[in-house]
């Protein structure tokens, strides 16, 4: 597949079935990722998968003809949405996919109209407290500095730098409620 073949992508709940494509784009970066050095095996991630809503956890992808080019996984407690994993296959990088990720994120939270449906807790936070905007964060390992270009680029801004987690965290600015 081309990278101008990208265009008619978009970004769907993760099913069981797509999760042998999930775990090859996972086990090529587990360095980057805040559990670093965490790799799974097919059974592994099936079980984090299947007890995901334990977590609060969704897990998104962006696809492309049936092909998974990239994921993320959201942790949706009531008060925040947290993006925890995020990560595109390493040849299709630099193509818009990890923005359309995030992006459907932002604007899930920032709109009443778009297509929420697709968000299971969210969905049930609707009913709970009808539509609230709320604070999207995500953490980043200070030595990902592509991963730390990437976010800000997106508009997220950092809120403290953890020497000793070796983690950044940093918080999506626009608009954004809790913002200080
Ligand atoms: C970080 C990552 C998800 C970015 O995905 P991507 O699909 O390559 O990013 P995009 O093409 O959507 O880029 C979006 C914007 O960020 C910018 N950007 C992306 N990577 C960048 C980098 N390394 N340096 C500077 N800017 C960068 C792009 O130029 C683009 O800006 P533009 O739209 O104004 O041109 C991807 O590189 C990745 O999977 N990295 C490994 C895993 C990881 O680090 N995950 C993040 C921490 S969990």
Known sequence: MKSNDLNNGSVLLINESDLNQMVKIWNDFPEFFTSPGRTHTLETLKTWFQNRH???HDYYGYFSTNKLLGFMIIRNPSDALWIKMLAVDRSFQRNGIGRSLVDFIIRCNYSEDYNVKRISLQEKQHRLHKHRILPI??????????????FQRLGFKIKKIDQIEGEILLQYQENCINSE
């Open 137 to 150: 964060y995500t953490e980043c390992l200070i030595k990902n500095t592509n991963g730390l270009k990437f």
């Open 54 to 56: 334990q977590d609060y």
